[in-house]
């Protein structure tokens, strides 16, 4: 590649993933997930460079160019991997920011390694920046960057997007490194978050922990400004509404019905396996409503896709065991030969076999204990061009904000959310094809395009 790029993504990961083929060769393919389902279409439109790990500890590789775009590889040891990534970012970091739903371990070895990943991550940018670049810095496992960049380059436009909750200040507080966090953040131009309350738990926490002053959403630091404001996440509505109508989807999905036997009732649950997503409420729910036959056996089909995730975290493996001990004592109490009442799948989809499972639902059941955003409650409303299909959202969800007419749970809550799926069962056609017509409409004028042009129009003006 050699030149430098004046649009820069720095993300972990790359937006690809290493699959080898029977002949042993490699080849590069587009990773599934969050992130890169967002960005890719625009990186490709702007010609731009992607640094980020590559996925294989220990291996170090030359720039490359897939997919459309320039992938520049950053290393990871091992040790960085356990550390940085599997420590500081999603044992500490990850629990703290989404409300402490688990215990975050706090390490000053992790904290460490956090910094020195940082700054190679800033290293490389700075190098592979044109003059006056614009870099968009992605997520909670980079956020010294920002600062780290504007030390070695203060000519370039900095953005950061954060795509998990930030939280209150209560909480954030408790992090022995949280004034360094901050200062790390503030080196950008623009911080983006998914909800305005991110936004605004930032604004107080500058204020509080380094006296900053602010106007609006404008900090002011160091002789400059630094905005922080919200920015929705969303996803590419009219791609998977045209995946959705394709006839094959269409006819997967009637296939799907047909092989789990035609149920009155088909809810669908799908999840990386996280103990933010509040997987084990949902199934308790569904298992207290048969307990009651308020749901009778044979009436309803639960699916449920668990993605395996960061599995060689403690609290992780531990999750796994929970849901897979749930979903066997429930389907002992209540399975009929021929019959579960739900189907787990530990396993990744494809897009397509995601798409035919979307429609195929008609309850979508999406209960986080917090989530940034959500996409798949997002996914599921882009698929439902037949208006059927009704969406069940926990309130501490960022989809929340938008998806009002969604059937809105605190999951918290066990008795409110079998009430929730006993009204999403019991409505009318009528009355779930008006909520999923409005839903359609948010999601189809909010979509990914609008998030990152707007984010990006912010960054630039
Ligand atoms: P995640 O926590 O990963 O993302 P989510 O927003 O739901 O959560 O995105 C998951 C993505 O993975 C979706 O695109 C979904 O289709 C896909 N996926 C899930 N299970 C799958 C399976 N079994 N097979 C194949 N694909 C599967 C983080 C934040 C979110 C935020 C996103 C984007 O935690 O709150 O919405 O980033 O900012």
Redesign the pocket.
Known sequence: MGSRSSFLIVANRLPVDRSIGPDGTATWRRS????V??IAPVMQSRDGAWLGWHGAPGEELEPFHDDGMNLIPIPLSEEEVQLYYEGFSNATLWPLYHDVVAPPVFSREMWETYKAVNLRFAEATAEAAAPGAVVWVQ?YQLQLVPQMLRERRPDLRIGFFL??PFPPVELFWRLPWRTELVKGLLGADLVGF?RPGGASNFIRLCRRLLGLPYKGNEIFHDDRVVTAQSFP?S?DFGELDKLARDPQIVHRAKEIRFELGDPEHLLLG???L?Y??GIGTRLEAFGELLDERQVEPGEAVFVQ???PSRERVEEYRRLRDDIELQVGRINGMHSMIGHQPIQY?H?????HE?AALYLAADIMVVT?LR???????K?YVSCHHDLRGALVLSEF???ADELRQAYLVNPYDVEGVKRQILAAMRATPHEVARRMRAMRRRVSTYDVDRWAGEFLTALES
């Not at 396993?347 to 897009?351: E, G, P, V």
């Not at 989530?371 to 409650?377: E, K, Q, R, S």
């Open positions: 599934p997930g969050g992130l389902t967002a997520d795509h998990i998914q996440i996803v799908v999840d990386r996280d933010t997503k896709i668990a993605t799948l396993q990744a989809y494809d897009r995601l986080p989530d940034g955003m959500n996409l798949v409650a996914e969800a960022g989809a």
